[in-house]
């Protein structure tokens, strides 16, 4: 089993800042480095939405047209941790952010990904 936790969610004003971290554990996880990461959204009433993903070997990313420009997705294997640096916040953010595990290569639909965190709430306030 991989384990993921999310952190860094919390409550921002509008065209605020906020970097959300996800550390993957897990007796399964032999090398951290050959796993695809995502970062997904829920908003309340809303269907489960891709953000961003980041690709193993660190070679591809890929964003969502809404948050093109204003998130980055980045990962550090010496720490088993992916982290999604999130400006210009609006309130169309304010979601449950969920961190995402798949072996190798970016998908951006959920059923894709094997191993989820529990998610870490995200409030953008006008």
């Known amino acids: 089993q991989v384990q993921l936790v999310e952190s860094g969610g919390g409550l921002v004003q509008a065209g605020g800042s906020l970097r959300l971290s996800c550390a993957a554990s897990?007796?399964?996880?032999?090398?951290?480095?050959?796993?695809?990461m995502g970062w997904f959204r829920q908003a309340p009433g809303k269907e489960r939405e891709f953000v961003a993903a980041i690709s193993w070997s660190e070679a591809s990313t890929k964003y969502a047209d809404s948050v093109k420009g204003r998130f980055t997705i980045s990962r550090d294997n010496a720490k088993n941790t992916v982290y999604l640096q999130m400006n210009s916040l609006n309130t169309e953010d304010t979601a449950v952010y969920y961190c995402?595990?798949?072996?190798?290569?970016?998908?951006?639909?959920?059923?894709?990904?094997?191993?989820w965190g529990q998610g870490t709430q995200v409030t953008v306030s006008s």
């Open positions: 897990g007796r399964t996880l032999r090398t951290f480095g050959t796993y695809a």
């Open positions: 995402a595990g798949r072996k190798y290569y970016v998908r951006d639909i959920p059923s894709e990904y094997d191993y």
